[in-house]
């Protein structure tokens, strides 16, 4: 029995070491859904570059606006049905920290 | 003697590099996005016989064939055109030709590839053989100091090219039958936001789909002096467009009998159209928002998969009776559909699944999968003989 639940606490501790789950969903968001859009580096594609660099002088606010609300007349999307406000301060943080 | 001897059993041993000699008619790729490589499959046998890697960002990549079956060339997001040996599974060349890039096509004599590119926005030309440059086409100055995005690149007869011009509403068409210095058409104001198009199976119609405006605009190849023609105006005119989380494709849409099936954009719909008037006849209320909509050959049936948040869910329409015939759950992530050239089986990737299914397209069953890493673009060599893909 106490092998047993070793065993099971060595499976697990890779996963605890690991993104916890939420964070693991959004940044395959990012990576792959946003990405189909933006690139997957964040370079763009049919939408603009999500690069740190290309943010830089945008508030925190205003990209959340357009995340939650899209930019009506182009293909960005409102992601407010599918994203929480906590979901994208996260995405933007993500956003900020990559070149 | 001893010499003879000596020299077969030195070829005996260069030999096997040259292994069995076999086809490529049941060959393929799935492409990797994320690990930046593709995986060479046999369809016949439902195996993965290898892994060509260093392609750089393959999302949205998508792939043509050489007409002797033999080369698959792989379009990158980054720009990158890679040239792979099918029967080596190798790089046989690769150019990295711009900086951000969205698909291509491949000549109808087999001896040129165009790459569409965002930025610089434009068509670059190569030589099928070489990769090397044979002509640059810079789309229209958008006024910002950069160019227009370039999207919907199709081949079609005559040696041609056409796309369209994303930001600058204009559809192109590259006349590469005089040779390597092309005779470009320009058609202007044909509707807001062009995103994708198709051109008709047999190579007559280049059909864009517009993102500013409910409609499509159509252009008759054997008719250009009579310009562009808008179709389906207004078709949802006066509702509120649904968010689209994936912008729908129409390379690759549905013909059965004189019907076409086309991905509504922003509705919940598979839009039927009559050839050859191109009027709408029905539209087929569906799961989510329609990304593929792909007629089993023969045109029985249509496959439609869909953007977020139903992605894990396929539906078969039944051409007859314009109705949903059944609703398949091969996993999240299903982000592209790929059948035999018969028909009897099509290949969906299930991106979440890390694996590539395949099924029985006439009874719906799951007939097995293969492994792949986030696969999303499966091509099958048959795509080397058809116009417009």
């Known amino acids: ?99 | 003697m001893n010499r003879l001897l000596a020299s077969l059993f030195l070829v005996a041993l260069a030999w096997p590099a040259a292994a069995e000699p076999r086809g490529t008619g049941d060959l393929g790729i799935v492409i990797e996005r994320a690990a930046g490589r593709v995986a060479v499959v046999d369809r016949a046998k439902v195996a993965r016989l290898a892994t060509v890697e260093g392609l750089g960002d393959l999302s949205h990549a998508a792939a043509v064939f050489s007409p002797d079956e033999r080369f698959a060339y792989v379009f990158g997001r980054d720009g990158g055109l890679t040239k792979i040996d099918l029967l080596t599974a190798t790089v046989a060349r690769r150019v990295v030709q711009s900086g951000n890039s969205i698909g291509g096509a491949i000549s109808e004599d087999g001896r040129l590839i165009a790459v569409a590119n965002y930025e610089p926005g434009g068509v670059r030309v190569f030589d099928a053989d070489s990769l090397e440059l044979v002509a640059d086409i810079p789309a229209t100055e958008r006024g910002d100091g950069k160019r227009s995005k370039v999207v919907g690149l199709e081949d079609a007869p005559g040696n041609r090219f056409v796309f369209s011009l994303y930001d600058t509403d204009e559809i192109w068409v590259a006349d590469f039958s005089a040779g390597a210095t092309p005779a470009v058409t320009r058609f202007t104001g044909i509707g807001r936001q062009p995103y994708d198009a198709l051109v008709t199976e047999d190579g007559r119609f280049y059909v864009a789909g517009l993102f500013g405006e409910d409609g499509l605009v159509l252009l008759d190849l054997w008719h250009p002096e009579r310009g562009t023609r808008r179709i389906l105006d207004g078709y949802g005119r006066g509702e509120q467009p649904l968010p689209v989380y994936k912008m729908p494709h129409l390379e690759g849409w549905a013909v059965a009998g004189n019907l076409a099936f086309l991905p509504a954009i922003g509705r919940h719909e598979v839009l039927v159209v009559e050839l050859p008037s191109w009027k709408q006849v029905a539209a087929i209320p569906v799961k989510g928002q329609p990304v593929f909509a792909m007629a089993r050959p023969g045109g029985r049936h249509v496959w439609v998969n869909f953007a977020l948040p139903d992605n894990a869910t396929v539906q078969v329409i039944d051409t007859e009776t314009l109705t949903v015939a059944d609703t398949l759950t091969p996993g999240p992530g299903v982000l592209h559909m790929e059948f035999s050239p018969r028909g009897d089986r099509v290949w969906l990737s299930v991106r979440d699944k890390d694996e590539v299914q395949v099924w029985d397209a006439a009874s719906r069953r799951a007939l097995g999968a293969l492994p792949a890493d986030k696969p999303s673009g499966i091509f099958f060599t048959s795509r080397a003989h058809r116009i417009g893909l």
Request: some cysteine; glycine content about 10%.
């Open chain 1, 1 to 99: 029995m106490l092998r047993l639940s070793m065993l099971l606490a060595l499976i697990a501790l890779p996963a605890l070491a690991a993104e916890p789950v939420a964070e693991q969903r959004l940044r395959h968001l990012l990576d792959h859904d946003c990405g189909s859009c933006h690139g997957m580096t964040r370079k763009g594609g049919l939408g603009l570059p999500l690069t740190a660099e290309a943010l830089d002088g945008r508030s925190d606010d205003d990209l959340a606006y357009v995340i939650l609300n899209g930019v009506p007349g182009t293909p960005m999307p409102p992601w407010a049905p599918l994203l929480t406000p906590g979901d994208v301060d996260w995405i933007i943080r993500e956003l900020r920290s990559r070149p």
